[in-house]
Structure formats: C-alpha cells, structure tokens
C-alpha cells in the first residue's frame, strides 16, 4: 500500500527548504505552498497547492468538476487546512507563530487515517529565517511532540486551529474525538507541553 506521509516522514528532516518567493502572498501561504510543492505525492498537500498557486482556477474547478476537498484559509490569523470531504480524515494543517527573534516557527500536521486504524500522521514543525527566506527543519519541537503522543494507547490527531496545539484521543467505534490528553501553548518563542486531565 502507498504511504505518502511515511514518504514525507523519511525526508523531511534531511535539509532546509528555500521558501517559494511570493510578495502578494500571507507568510503561511507561502510557507504552504512551498511544503505542499516541495511533498506534492501526498494529496491534499497537492490540492493545497493548487488552491495557493492559482485560487481562481481552483475555485473554477472545484465548481466544474469538484476536488472533493475544503480549504479554509485564515491567512490573517496564520492558519491554513485541507481537508477531504471523506468519512475519515485526509488533511493538511498549516499554522505559524512569529518568535521574538524575528524568525517564524511553522507546523505542518498531516494526517490520513483508515476504517482499518492504520493512520498515518506526521507532525513537522520549521523555523524560517527571513535572512536566508529558508525553512530549517525543528527537530527538537517535533521529537517532543512525538515522545507525548507515544505516551498514550490509541490513535491521536493534532489540530493547529487555535494559537495552542492540542491533541485528542481517537475513538474509532464512536467516530469521535474524546478526552484532550495534552496541548501545547505558545511562549513567544516556542510552545511549552501542558498535559490536561482525562
């Protein structure tokens, strides 16, 4: 079976990314559009390019022929998705945080889960220095992220809606999200793990 995301998964962390240049574009957008370019094999990143890179011929085509998915762009607010109009999760959340030195932290969660229960998810967080336009991999933000999660039984998903990142347990029977088992929130430079209670 194809797995897109353990592709992305494999590769990310490797090297930095030149961030597309783009002057009418929101900074998310732009940081969107060039993790979408640069992991086009996973398909809502594809679609979310293709929103960024043309919205009007976008719209065109979801009017003529449909994508089959929604983008909701709150570019003011720093937050990007993409998400199937599916039973079962198929998306891609983008948000960015500006850091008191100047850089901008950017998260990327990706997540395509299955009736099986073998979902696939990355979570992968950039620091972008507008001195070199350059994404670098944040490995050590990613780790702790990951560490958290592995904490728990059960499937998680990650939503970056809120300037606060919060994971929920999956309940697959009910087909529902239950019990926020931890959040991380932003500190003006990074985003500090804050476990709730069950």
């Excluded at 991999?137 to 990951?146: D, F, R």
Aim: charge should be negative; aromatic fraction near 12%.
């Amino acid at each position: 079976m194809d797995d897109p995301i353990g592709i992305v998964r494999s590769v990310w962390e490797l090297a930095p990314i030149p961030v597309i240049p783009a002057e009418e574009m929101a900074d998310i957008e732009r940081f969107a559009l060039t993790f979408c370019n640069e992991y086009s094999t996973y398909v809502p990143n594809k679609v979310l390019y293709d929103y960024l890179k043309d919205q009007a011929k976008f719209k065109e085509d979801l009017e003529r022929i449909g994508y089959g998915f929604n983008v909701d762009n709150q570019k003011e607010e720093g937050y990007i998705l993409c998400r199937a109009e599916t039973q079962f999760s198929n998306d891609t959340d983008c948000r960015c945080w500006k850091r008191d030195n100047g850089h901008t932290l950017v998260a990327f969660w990706m997540e395509e889960a299955h009736e099986s229960g073998d979902d696939e998810e990355l979570l992968a967080f950039y620091d972008y220095d507008p001195a070199n336009n350059t994404m670098t991999p944040e490995l050590g933000l990613t780790k702790k992220v990951a560490e958290t999660m592995a904490q728990y039984d059960g499937g998680y998903t990650v939503r970056l809606e809120d300037q606060e990142i919060s994971g929920y347990k999956n309940n697959v029977e009910k087909d529902i999200y239950e019990n926020t088992e931890y959040s991380m929130r932003w500190n003006g430079n990074d985003l500090s793990l804050v476990k709730t209670e069950e």
